[in-house]
């Protein structure tokens, strides 16, 4: 008990000091806490608004509650099956055709010998991501319009003119396109950052083995960056019946609303631009619950797998 009661005093001494010697660390935590407190975790109450009848003039608080009527009324209207139909479609073509695409690109890159040329790539991948997509449907109408480059240069070789932006499965393909373009360069540098942590020395002893580089890519090379791959494919999966409004609002027109009305333009139409912002809170809660569903899900396959997931 004595040797107890001698203990404590030294190590409150001990808090103490370490407190009087780290306060500068702590004071500089806070900055950051604050700021997770009152931009992301504080206007999540504002998730309220999607159980009620949101009056501007009588505020959060003050007005009256009508339960799940505001999911109701999104459930019932054809516009939001067509647009979550929609949001579905383009997401898995994403999916489907963005996803491998940088990692084969990282592998590709990561067997080049000249470095010169490989930076060089990898800053021309890279720059797309700069660009907004106002400008990038500029470019899109400029390359691909009836009046457009490419229409140009297949009339004059004696071709009929293709509808790229006025065919609605046609525009599908351009959106994903210009999609692969614009984002590739960034799951690049990731794919990229996880090869340079890789084991070499498994790849030359594949090769004292007699593999061939087919043999040393698909068996020591993707087993090593397979844990970034099934965490981003995790996140990617998160993402699909959520969608961000600028790509297909630039990118979409009154000729492909069809197929380019989606839930994030739905709710800009429906519920903000007619002030209902109750309803786009709920359709935007709809999609996060959704979004925390499918990552659960294919989290949990990935470890059925064998593989290691996300939490």
């Known amino acids: 008990m004595s040797r107890n009661k001698e203990k404590r005093p030294k190590n409150k001494i001990n808090m103490k000091t370490y407190l009087r010697n ?69 997401n898995l073509g994403d999916l489907v055709l963005g996803f491998p695409f940088p990692i084969f690109l990282a592998i590709f890159l990561n067997e080049l010998r000249s470095s010169k040329i490989r930076k060089a790539t990898q800053t021309l991948l890279y720059l797309p991501n700069f660009m907004s997509w106002v400008i990038i449907s500029g470019i899109a109408v400029q390359l691909l319009s009836g009046s457009g480059l490419l229409n140009n240069l297949i009339t004059n070789l004696g071709g009929g003119k293709v509808d790229f932006l006025s065919n609605p499965f046609i525009w599908r393909f351009v959106y994903w396109f210009f999609g692969i373009w614009q984002g590739a ?107 925390v569903v499918l990552v659960l899900t294919a989290n949990g396959v990935i470890k059925k797998m064998g593989q290691e997931g996300i939490v």
């Open 22 to 90: 780290n306060w500068q660390l702590y004071l500089m935590l806070l900055v950051p806490v604050i700021y997770m407190i009152l931009f992301k975790y504080k206007p999540m109450l504002g998730v309220v608004v999607a159980f009620k009848k949101f009056n501007i003039f009588q505020g959060i608080w003050a007005s009256p509650w009508i339960g799940l009527k505001n999911f109701k009324d999104a459930f019932s209207s054809a516009a939001f099956w067509s647009s979550l139909k929609n949001t579905l479609i383009l």
């Open 185 to 291: 360069g960034y799951s690049l540098i990731i794919y990229l950052a996880a090869l340079m942590a890789a084991d070499a020395s498994l790849g030359e002893a594949a090769y004292i083995d007699g593999a061939t580089r087919l043999q040393r890519i698909w068996y020591v090379t993707i087993p090593q960056i397979s844990s970034t791959i099934t965490v981003l494919l995790i996140m990617q999966v998160g993402k699909l019946v959520s969608i961000s409004f600028d790509r297909p609002y630039m990118m979409g027109n009154s000729l492909v609303k069809d197929a380019s009305e989606v839930i994030s333009t739905y709710v800009y139409n429906t519920g903000l631009a007619a002030g209902r912002f109750d309803f786009a809170t709920a359709v935007g809660l709809f999609q996060t619950v959704v979004g």
